[in-house]
């Protein structure tokens, strides 16, 4: 019996930075596989960051590849001296706020609970799920710039710094929309044990 061999990981800090100024120098030199493995590094990243802007799933998924194609268009504006994540985030940002200010409104009623199907669910399933969507209602009711914010600092893990980067204000701001959002959540949550 031989020995596994060790489970690659990607590079972190640095190594993957630069990792991902390769691919994109790449990409736009006309290398579709090396655009396809930024894709499906940050597929994940940009339908969550889609998702806080327009809530929905559907519209996350759309939003967030109308943002691939248009950096895929962009690439020449990529500077690779700067990490690449920050730089399509903005894009997926943009992209999410365009599509909510052009989707139509179309009021979508809850089907009844007692319209559903299925069977009882677990409680610890039912309790996920129910925090799930007291979360996503609290953040609903968040400004829009505050909610990217928040869930790109406490979700994705961005720096205040490249926060600031992906939405084209100051860090100071970034920190300020950060607190605020998170001093609201907790009103809004309070009630939850």
Same mark, same amino acid.
């Given at each position: 019996?031989?020995p596994?061999?060790?489970?690659?990981?990607?590079?972190?800090?640095?190594?993957?930075?630069?990792?991902e100024?390769?691919?994109?120098?790449r990409? =736009?030199?006309?290398?579709r596989? *090396?655009?396809?493995?930024?894709?499906?590094?940050?597929?994940?990243?940009? =339908?969550?960051?889609?998702?806080a802007?327009? !809530?929905?799933?559907? $519209?996350?998924?759309?939003?967030?590849? @109308?943002?691939? /194609?248009?950096?895929?268009?962009?690439? $020449?504006?990529? @500077?690779?001296?700067?990490?690449?994540?920050?730089?399509?985030?903005?894009? %997926?940002?943009?992209?999410?706020? @365009?599509?909510r200010? #052009?989707?139509?409104?179309? !009021?979508?009623?809850?089907?009844?609970?007692?319209?559903?199907?299925?069977?009882?669910?677990? $409680? #610890?399933?039912?309790?996920?799920? *129910? /925090?799930?969507?007291?979360?996503?209602?609290?953040?609903?009711? /968040?400004?829009? =710039?505050? #909610?990217?914010? %928040? %869930?790109?600092? $406490?979700?994705?893990?961005?720096? +205040?710094?490249?926060?600031?980067?992906? /939405?084209?204000?100051?860090?100071?701001?970034?920190?300020?929309?950060?607190? +605020?959002?998170?001093?609201?959540?907790?009103?809004?949550?309070?009630?939850?044990?």
């Open positions: 019996m031989q596994e061999p060790p489970s690659v990981q990607p590079p972190e800090g640095p190594a993957r930075i630069e990792d100024a390769e691919l994109a120098t990409a =736009r030199a006309g290398d596989a *090396a655009f396809g493995r930024l894709v499906e590094r940050f597929a994940p990243q940009a =339908r969550r960051v889609a998702r802007v327009l !809530q929905d799933p559907h $519209d996350a998924d759309d939003a967030a590849q @109308d943002a691939f /194609l248009a950096a895929l268009v962009k690439l $020449d504006q990529y @500077d690779p001296r700067r990490p690449f994540g920050p730089w399509l985030m903005r894009i %997926v940002a943009n992209a999410a706020t @365009d599509r200010r #052009r989707r139509t409104v179309r !009021q979508v009623e809850p089907l009844a609970p007692e319209l559903t199907g299925g069977g009882p669910r677990p $409680d #610890r399933e039912a309790e996920q799920s *129910a /925090l799930g969507d007291r979360l996503r209602a609290a953040l609903a009711e /968040l400004p829009n =710039r505050r #909610r990217i914010a %928040v %869930v790109l600092f $406490d979700v994705e893990g961005y720096s +205040h710094a490249e926060i600031a980067q992906i /939405l084209g204000i100051p860090e100071g701001t970034v920190r300020s929309e950060v607190f +605020h959002a998170r001093r609201r959540l907790r009103e809004l949550l309070a009630d939850w044990r």
